[in-house]
């Protein structure tokens, strides 16, 4: 029914940047709040970055300052600008969002497959 898609990752030296995008397509009325998450090898899965419907943004300290995350509501969008990137950065980063279904009138998470960074020192 829904379906989050990410982008934009790859290989980048420490202090490059890298823009991460997630689509999310279906039926569904409305996309509340949107989060990037991260896990690497050995890891749990971690909150990196989360928006609510109306713009406001929340992080960890561990990327504060250096990660930014955005949306675009008319293109179900939900993007990750992320700059001076560090070799502990590397993981892969998901999406999720948290879409109200009219069918079920009520609200479901959904995760995207992942993509992806890998920071070299």
């Known amino acids: 029914q829904v379906q989050l898609v990410e982008s934009g990752g790859g290989l980048v030296q420490a202090g490059g940047s890298l823009r991460l995008s997630c689509v999310a397509s279906?039926?569904?009325?409305?996309?509340?709040?949107m989060r990037w998450y991260r896990q690497a090898p050995g890891e749990q899965r971690e909150l990196v970055a989360a928006i609510t419907s109306d713009g406001s943004t929340n992080y960890p300290d561990s990327v504060k300052g250096r990660f930014t995350i955005s949306r675009d509501n008319a293109k179900n969008t939900v993007y990750l600008q992320m700059n001076s990137l560090k070799p502990e950065d590397t993981a892969v980063y998901y999406c999720?969002?948290?879409?109200?279904?009219?069918?079920?009138?009520?609200?479901?998470?959904?995760w995207g497959q992942g993509t992806q960074v890998t920071v070299s020192s």
């Open positions: 279906g039926s569904f009325s409305k996309i509340n709040a």
């Open positions: 999720n969002a948290d879409v109200f279904l009219p069918t079920y009138i009520s609200t479901f998470r959904y």
